[in-house]
């Protein structure tokens, strides 16, 4: 991984005897990995503990919010993100009801699809 002010970050195998670093970041899931990617392309040394492998699954269904997004692009990722489909909100289904809502407006939310 390299990070946006082109450091490179290593990733460090297991060293079950020793383990320094500046922050410890338990739980890989996207808020720790997100935290992680800014503190590291900060300069910060960060370990990650994750008891699962990688890749796994997304609970909610691989959907993401346009704020996941933006934090995506805000770390790089734009065009790894731009050949995947954007939807336009969100429609969730229960006791025989659904309800279908698009994201809201916002400025830094661009739509891509009107």
């Known amino acids: 991984m390299t990070a946006p002010n082109s450091l490179a970050v290593e990733l460090q195998p297991p060293r079950p005897e020793l383990y320094q670093c500046d922050v410890l970041v338990v739980g890989g899931g996207p808020a720790g990995a997100s935290a992680a990617y800014w503190l590291a392309s900060s300069g910060v040394d960060v370990l990650v503990v994750e008891k699962k492998h990688y890749p ?59």
């Open 56 to 114: 796994r699954e997304k609970a909610c269904g691989d959907g993401l919010t346009p704020r996941s997004v933006l934090q995506l692009e805000e770390m790089g990722l734009a065009a790894e993100l731009s050949v995947h489909h954007r939807y336009r909100g969100l429609r969730t289904s229960a006791y025989g009801r659904t309800i279908a809502m698009d994201w809201p407006e916002h400025p830094a939310f661009l739509r891509t699809d009107t």
